[in-house]
DNA sequence: CCTACCGATCGGTAGG
DNA sequence: CCTACCGATCGGTAGG
């Protein structure tokens, strides 16, 4: 997905491209201000200097790195969303959604993480900037609550803002435990979705469960 | 509760305290490596010099940050649920925990949140100390959701160590959006407990409503 | 994209 | 708890 064809790209495109990829990697390791522009460059196998003929500071690099985060995360989960049959159901589009989110933070790992713990130290503005472009994603998830509201599938007494709000603070959390490399990706977001939408209790019909069944 | 009497405590105690109080507010508004010792003296109205008659370094103050947060949460849980009555079910355990983690975490909220942003920048040998605390106050929920297991109250083949992660990343996210000043918390650790519980389905009967029922 | 460099600031220390 | 200071490192720039 990074690294497509050879198209017409100019060359320092892509070496700026390569260079914020190891910036986003260092800035997840260490920390953006841990992360000096001298190690940036000795992990892209250049001088310091030169950091600056592709970026103007080392802000500007940390902004690309949050920026491309958040509208990967915005793109895929509509995506997702839209290639859902529209018949398709509360559960389904939760259950689709938090996949695709998990998912996607995966794929950009360095990108999303860094800009997890980054948020802090940009400018007013760029942070206000930031702020805007997760706000239109958090649409995107409202639009589930909402429309699963009219069509009578969640309680009409719901306060729906803090249920998102927990939810994609459960999965932005989630990068602290769950084990990347075991793609247990779609064992846990079902298990999330399905929770908030049956609840843990144990019932005389136990709900839903599509997946994992013997 | 942070200043409770005269005591017999020797003078520079109280200093050191007070000193960590500062500390705890300025590495949570602007982070650790952004604020400089110079920050953390003037605030507190000392020489940059003098911090160090009071602690050995810069990370040994983050440190003790962290370790209060986390014991804070840690004995307010224990507390919590020592309180309850034996007979006292699954539902009323886990609002409790939930609703005294929220508590804490804006009781303590400069050492809680500096906490969060700062792990990755202590010291390793620092860092898996930490971790331990982390994993005995996790131990405080397992037992929640393994009782709750034996007992029937929760379906048995439920994972609940994703359950719980989900849970307390919820909470731990909860600082970036959940208003403090207007004292929701009871709110919305119930309406977490209860989401958690029983799910957000419509239901012909719709379940457990203890608080906020008309 | 490199060399050579600047001013600023950092955490920390000696000695009182 | 202060004064005076150190070496190291930082982000960034000029000029090529």
């Known amino acids: 997905m990074t690294r497509t064809a050879g198209k017409t790209a100019p060359k320092g495109e892509v070496s700026s491209e390569r260079l914020l990829a190891v910036a986003a990697h260092l800035f997840r390791e260490r920390g953006y201000l841990a992360t000096s522009v001298r190690e940036i460059a000795k992990a892209a196998g250049m001088k310091s200097g030169s950091i600056y003929y592709h970026y103007p500071s080392k802000e500007t690099m940390l902004e690309a790195v949050m920026t491309r985060a958040i509208l990967a995360l915005s ?124 609840g843990v209790l144990a019932r005389a019909a136990p709900p839903a469960k599509k997946l994992r069944a013997p």
Chains 1, 2 share one sequence.
């Open 75 to 198: 793109e895929a989960v509509t995506q997702t969303l839209e290639r859902l049959p529209p018949a398709a159901g509360f559960r389904d589009r939760l259950r689709a959604a938090v996949a695709t989110h998990l998912k996607t933070i995966h794929d950009y790992g360095d990108f999303a993480l860094a800009s997890r713990e980054a948020l802090g130290q940009i400018s007013p503005d760029s942070r206000e900037a930031h702020l805007r472009l997760r706000k239109e994603y958090g649409k995107l998830w409202r639009k589930i609550f909402e429309d699963a509201k009219k069509s009578g599938e969640i309680r009409a007494d719901l306060d729906v803002v803090p249920v998102q709000m927990f939810i994609l603070g459960a999965l932005n959390w989630s990068s602290e435990w769950l084990d990347a490399e075991r793609r247990s990706f779609q064992r846990a977001s079902d298990l999330l979705a399905d929770m908030v939408v049956d």
